[in-house]
């Protein structure tokens, strides 16, 4: 997976300002593999969630997020800078798909927030089936992760990572198989909150 340089700069510069603003600690670091690919799985409470899971690895965190984040000329050309792509919701969004496959294969690691929407008193644990879709086609390790909400200014924030969600005994891609991968993905989402 090529590096990004412009991701990398950005992130070294936001690193002080998040910790001003928004201190967090984070646990289970060890647990995000330091190559090969994975997808990082986690709850989504606040807008700098995205922050505080990039900023948790070295490596280069390649996100998906929702179509509408692209409509701006500006941000539309930062976000594809850092490696950002968009998805369609409400659909199955193949270009998206093909990308996802395409940023495992070669080893790169994929951030995905699968509830769809942010949930700033972590009060819903219900997860869009697609991220289950990817992990059982794609075989790589799903890092969970959870950010406890919500979210302080100036407070003492938690981010916790856990250990890969076993997926390997679920061979088949039908709806009994991604409900089962979806049950697990939820697990060990809110197992980390501590």
């Known amino acids: 997976m090529k ?10 510069l936001v690193i002080p300002l998040l910790r001003f603003l928004f201190p967090f600690r984070v646990a289970g670091v060890e647990n995000i593999p330091s190559d090969g690919p994975a997808i990082l799985c986690s709850n989504h409470v606040h807008m700098v969630d995205p922050l505080f899971v990039a900023t ?18 500006f941000l539309g050309w930062f976000f594809q800078r850092l490696g950002m792509f968009p998805v369609a919701r409400g659909g199955t969004d193949m270009s998206a ?4 496959m395409s940023i ?15 949930y700033p008193h972590d009060d819903n644990r219900t997860l869009e089936s697609g991220v289950a879709v990817i992990a059982l086609r794609a075989r790589v390790p ?16 938690e981010i916790r990572i856990g250990e890969p969600v076993a997926l390997d005994d679920l061979k088949r891609i039908d709806a009994p198989t991604l409900a089962e991968a979806d049950s697990r993905l939820i697990d060990a989402i809110w197992a980390q909150e501590g």
């Open 97 to 100: 798909m093909r990308t996802m």
């Open 142 to 157: 799903v890092i969970p992760i959870h950010v406890r909400g919500p979210v302080r200014l100036f407070r003492m924030n």
């Open 104 to 118: 495992l294969k070669e080893g790169g690691v994929l951030g995905i927030f699968p509830q769809g929407h942010r």
């Open 3 to 12: 590096e990004n340089r412009f991701y990398y700069t950005c992130r070294a």
């Open 56 to 73: 948790s690895t070295r490596r280069y965190v390649r996100y998906i997020s929702k179509r509408e984040l692209f409509g701006n000329r």
